[in-house]
């Protein structure tokens, strides 16, 4: 089982300089709870939840902040030909919910979260 077979393979992101609030917006409409972050050269600088930014509405409120302020640095990332045995390690000893998943251009190919792991895991049992 390779991390290609259940990343989602439509990856939005948001810019480090970006507003918080833009980052709030895409994860309502599309009902996501992580974000990666890129720079201008789209290289993963960070990853930003939806718990980050409603701590960042409580704190910031209505003023401007870039999503650099409030994402979360470093970021784990993982290649689309690894083994999901690695990527759920990688998850579970550092306890996140979510990896980038990187492409040979070291751009954003892909996203994998906990619920692609559960379906992971639904599809293995079910065999």
Known sequence: MLVSNYMSS???????DDNYDIAFEIMEKKNMHHLPV???ENQVVGIVTRRDL???????????TEIAEVMHTPVFTI???SKLSSAVKLMHENRIGCLPVIG?????SGVLTETDLF???????ND
């Open 104 to 108: 040979s251009d070291n751009h954003v």
């Open 54 to 64: 409603q701590l960042a509405a409580r704190v910031f409120k209505e003023t401007p």
């Open 38 to 40: 890129v720079d201008g």
């Open 119 to 125: 379906r992971a895991l639904t599809d293995l049992l």
């Open 79 to 81: 290649s689309a030909d």
């Open 10 to 16: 439509a990856p939005v992101t948001v810019h480090r």
